[in-house]
Structure formats: structure tokens, C-alpha cells
């Protein structure tokens, strides 16, 4: 909120800064008009929107095999979701964080709460049995269609403040914004029989990850559009968009290779690493 406040009395300051009180309602010229009008009306428009960070949790972890779900597993002394939730809840730029996680374990994501040191979560909410059922449940919780959704793997602790800041600055641009670290393998496509088809050329490739970011007006349209279509499947929310909304533009901000998503044991090692690194740079 502090930036908001600035950029707010920034706003009125653009617009009253060089006025005397007496002559707010005089003014010279058509000119100065507008620009009292437009300075008055954008400090209250950005205010009222907010930038809101969903952070996924709703995943069983089947495929890593440790009989809890993965973002509860303890990685560099603290469970991984909590590793997530600090990223965001530390960005300046992020006015609050949404926790989507199964209803069998909100319980167990209050306990983690508990401590108060997260100051921006403001919602937990059940998820359902598909992913998208996570994004449609942010989708309810949040109703101005103005504001910047951020979708994001709860299991993907090492999103950095770059990648969430290039996030939202994107969204001040395009409507729907993706991330993705460019590809660094060739990768093959092949046909029904298993031969190769097709060899894209890796400089048009990315590995997809995220934050997902969303204008909510626009992700609402295309879940609605997909909601109605009897063939709908997706794990992507840019997916949805750009399958049902192709006429809007996905921007796609640049990832990073730690940006991973815990899905394997191995996984589990390397995201040890990773934290223990990145918490030895900061008290050097």
C-alpha cells in the first residue's frame, strides 16, 4: 500500500501541485482541465485496483511419492509453501495474497498462518478436484475486474522479485502475461507413430512457468467461454486464454532455470541447494 499511497499523492499533486485553493475551480484553459481531470481520476483508479497473488496449493503430490502433499513437505527449514508465500508477501508491489488449497488440509494451512508473519494473506479458499477449480475459486473470491491476478505454483518457491515485478509491469501493457525460461534442449515432435514430424526451432520455444498474470476481467470472459465448451480440459490459465480469447495478445516475460516446480524426489534435492544459496547470499 505504500507505493499506492505514493503514486496516489503523486497523482493529486500533478493535479492541484501548481493551483492556488482559490483557483482549483477556475481554471485557465481546456488543457488544464483535462490534465486536473485525468491526474484526479487515475490517482482514484489505482487505488481501487489491487495486485493479488494466488498462490496454488491444491495439488496432491502423487507423483513424488512422500504420502503428504508437496507443499507441505520441509525443504531449508520451513515447508515449501511457506518458502512461496514469503516471495510474494514480501513484494512490494503486491497488495495481497490468496491461498488456494485442498479443504482436507486448510487446517494445516491456518497452523502455518498462525505465526502472523505474513502481513498480505488475506484469503484461504477451498480448491476442487481440477486445477482450473483453484483458478475459478480466486475468480469468485475476487470481483473487480480491474485487478492484476497473479497465478502462481504454490510448489515453485524461487520465483524471484524480478520475475513478479515484470509480471506486473507487463500487465500495465497486455491483459494476460505468462512466464517462460527459453528452451535449451531440441525438442522433437512426432506423430501417431511415434516418428519425428517436426523439429521447432528452439528459439521460438519456452519452458512454461509461472506466475500466470490476468487482468480479471479477460481470465473471467475466457473460463466462461471455456466453461461452456463440452470438450474443455486445460492445467494452463494462459492456455484458456489463448484457446478462447485468441484475438488477446498473451505476453510472455522472461523465467529463470531456478524458477522450478517440486514435482520429483530429485526435485526435492535441488530445491535444497537452491534456498540454502540464495539464503547464504543475503547475510553475506
Not at 67 to 82: D, M, N, S, W
Not at 123 to 133: F, N
Not at 153 to 166: E, G, K, L, T, Y
Not at 172 to 190: E, F, K, M, N
Request: hydrophobic share 40%; proline share 5%; with cysteine.
Amino acid at each position: 500500500m505504500k507505493m499506492k499511497n505514493f503514486v496516489f499523492y503523486f497523482a493529486l499533486h500533478s493535479a492541484f501541485g501548481n493551483l492556488p485553493s482559490a483557483n482549483i475551480l477556475r481554471l485557465g484553459n481546456e488543457n488544464e482541465k483535462l490534465r486536473f481531470l485525468f491526474c484526479i481520476a487515475l490517482g482514484f483508479w489505482y487505488i481501487c485496483t489491487m495486485n493479488v497473488a494466488i498462490l496454488l496449493a491444491g495439488g496432491s503430490g502423487s507423483r513424488l511419492g512422500a504420502g503428504l502433499p508437496k507443499q507441505f513437505l520441509r525443504v531449508a527449514g520451513k515447508t515449501i509453501l511457506e518458502h512461496t508465500i514469503e516471495a510474494f508477501d514480501s513484494h512490494p508491489l503486491i497488495d495481497e495474497v490468496a491461498i488456494v488449497s485442498r479443504a482436507d488440509y486448510m487446517s494445516e494451512v491456518r497452523r502455518l498462518l498462525e505465526s502472523g508473519a505474513y502481513t498480505k494473506v488475506r484469503r484461504l479458499l477451498p480448491g476442487g478436484r481440477e486445477r482450473y477449480d483453484s483458478s475459478l475459486a480466486a475468480l469468485a473470491a475476487y470481483t473487480s475486474d480491474d485487478d492484476c491476478l497473479l497465478f502462481h505454483d504454490a510448489v515453485r518457491p524461487m520465483v524471484s522479485h524480478r520475475i513478479i515485478s515484470d509480471c506486473l509491469d507487463a500487465l500495465s501493457r497486455y491483459d494476460a502475461v505468462g512466464v517462460g525460461a527459453p528452451t535449451t534442449d531440441t525438442i522433437l515432435q512426432v506423430d501417431g507413430e511415434g516418428c519425428i514430424s517436426a523439429i521447432p526451432p528452439r528459439a521460438t520455444l519456452r519452458n512454461a512457468q509461472t506466475p500466470q498474470g490476468f487482468r480479471r476481467r479477460v481470465i473471467r470472459r475466457a473460463y466462461d467461454l471455456a466453461l461452456a465448451d463440452p470438450a474443455f480440459t486445460t492445467t494452463d490459465d494462459c492456455g484458456v486464454v489463448h484457446r478462447y480469447l485468441p484475438e488477446v495478445p498473451v505476453y510472455v516475460v522472461e523465467g529463470d532455470p531456478t524458477n522450478i516446480k517440486v514435482t520429483y524426489p530429485s526435485d526435492l534435492q535441488v530445491l535444497e541447494a537452491l534456498l540454502t544459496a540464495r539464503r547464504d547470499g543475503r547475510n553475506k
